[in-house]
């Protein structure tokens, strides 16, 4: 059974509470917000949680400790390791995104999806690949990622890169983002997804000889039969 990518479950940005382009202030307000509950000795639940949420597994150790803020905070800190993150997490950039992350947040995941498919911009296309990683849909989610990669990978740039210290092409982005999926589920459920043709050259240099043998004699079976 496919399980949610762990870069997902425990982004950091998810720890924070806040969103992939959130800007630094945001994010220092959110920390500020938690530590004063945590002083009271209360948790909090951010609406990125996604506790109402049916049919999709929010489960992990996530937690919002100050050890964890911390430590969220330090790998955000690193422009290289911020870019990977938000590569698998929300953005909340257009009207859309309002209102389907208002469906969202009430636990309609269906309903913000099709909010989300009404359109194709950078935000849209990014927050479907992350609904359809989170419902292990890896064949939609890649459809999107194409599209995304392929129009929008300057703008993502400019989105979660505020300080313009990245330069990195669409190339790049596409063989970050396959690399790192395939740190967090086994390069067998993506090639089972029936990925196209435009993933393979970037999926191929991720799969052991073991698999990649096992999967030649596949294809060539089903050529003999």
Known sequence: ?????????????????????????????????????????????????????????????????????????????????????????????????????????????NNALSIWNREDNLSSLQNRIIICLWKCDFKSALQNAEKLYTKYSDDFLKAVDSKGTLVKSSDDLMQTFVDTLVTNITPNELLDS??????????????????LAKMNKAIQDAKDH
């Open 194 to 211: 029936n990925p196209s043709p435009f993933w393979l050259d970037y999926l191929i240099p991720t799969i052991s000889d073991d698999t």
């Open 1 to 109: 059974m496919a399980s949610v990518p762990k870069i997902i479950l425990d982004n950091p940005f998810r720890v924070l509470g806040v969103y992939a382009n959130s800007s630094y202030r945001e994010i220092v307000a959110s920390i500020s917000k938690t530590t004063k509950f945590l002083e009271v000795g209360k948790n909090i639940d951010y609406p990125l949680d996604l506790p109402r949420v049916k049919n999709m597994n929010v489960e992990s150790n996530l937690s919002h400790s100050l050890e964890d803020l911390d430590n969220a905070l330090a790998l955000l800190s690193n422009s290289e390791e911020r870019l990977k993150y938000a590569q698998f997490w929300f953005l909340r950039m257009t009207p859309l995104d309002e209102k389907a992350f208002d469906a969202l947040f009430a636990g309609e995941q």
